[in-house]
């Protein structure tokens, strides 16, 4: 079945440390993005690329970093500029530029301990 | 900033009963609006979509109601279920044609009382 898989599930970083987030997906789809997720608030925009070896930065770009080097896979590097890292964070991806639907992964919950 | 808003936070209703879950929208541009379920700790799964185009939209046990004269947006919950507990988000593409990709709202938390 098609679909796109974030990996790991949870996720745990000292302070200082640069952490790596998985997304990938099978979809053939174009367009992948990285959304931040903090309690009782909406899906904020860190990344998003519409095409290989393209990425564009969205809302809360600082202290990201992502590459996208295959169609399939949009990782996201979580550096130890970003201050406030602990979050849930959602990957998704879309045929088109968002005027389609997204197909969400499942998340990664991110703590600094 | 955020374009898109929720009218309240958390809704709590009594199973069997019909949900109204409102979003208001500030961007005239946008054309493409989606609402979303999320379940605690999953990734959002699409509902239902509608186009500026239409003004109603029905799927199995939801509607989705577009006024573009007022920019608002509601989700219609037929007969409500324990598993329709979760938030709800709505998203709209927004000024760019969705170049940048979907703006959410806050959401809304829909409780089921039994």
């Known amino acids: 079945d098609g679909g796109i898989t974030q990996s790991p599930k949870y996720l745990f970083r000292k302070e200082g440390q640069n952490v790596t987030l998985s997304c990938e997906q099978n979809?053939?789809?174009?367009?992948m993005y990285w959304y931040r997720q903090d309690p009782g608030q909406g899906l904020r925009l860190i990344y998003y690329s519409q095409i290989v070896n393209d990425f564009q930065k969205g809302d809360i770009a600082e202290g990201y970093s992502v590459s996208r080097e295959k169609k399939e896979s949009f990782p996201l590097t979580v550096t130890s500029a970003q201050k406030n890292p602990t979050a849930f964070y959602l990957c998704a991806s879309s045929i088109g530029s968002g005027n389609d639907g997204y197909t969400f992964g499942s998340g990664t919950r991110l703590t600094v301990v | 900033g955020e374009s898109v808003g929720l009218h309240l936070p958390t809704l709590s209703v009594q199973e069997g009963d019909n949900s109204i879950i409102n979003c208001a929208y500030s961007n005239s541009a946008s054309d493409y609006f989606i609402w979303y379920k999320q379940e605690s700790g999953k990734g959002p799964q699409f509902i239902i979509d509608i186009r500026s185009n239409m003004d109603k939209r029905q799927g199995q046990r939801v509607t989705v109601l577009l006024n573009k004269t007022v920019k608002h947006l509601s989700l219609q919950i037929a007969a409500t279920q324990p598993g329709d507990s979760a938030v709800y988000f709505c998203?709209?593409?927004?000024?760019?044609?969705?170049?940048?990709?979907?703006?959410f709202g806050k959401g809304t938390h829909l409780i089921i009382q039994p």
């Open positions: 979809l053939n789809h174009d367009a």
């Open positions: 998203a709209e593409n927004g000024a760019g044609g969705g170049a940048d990709g979907l703006t």
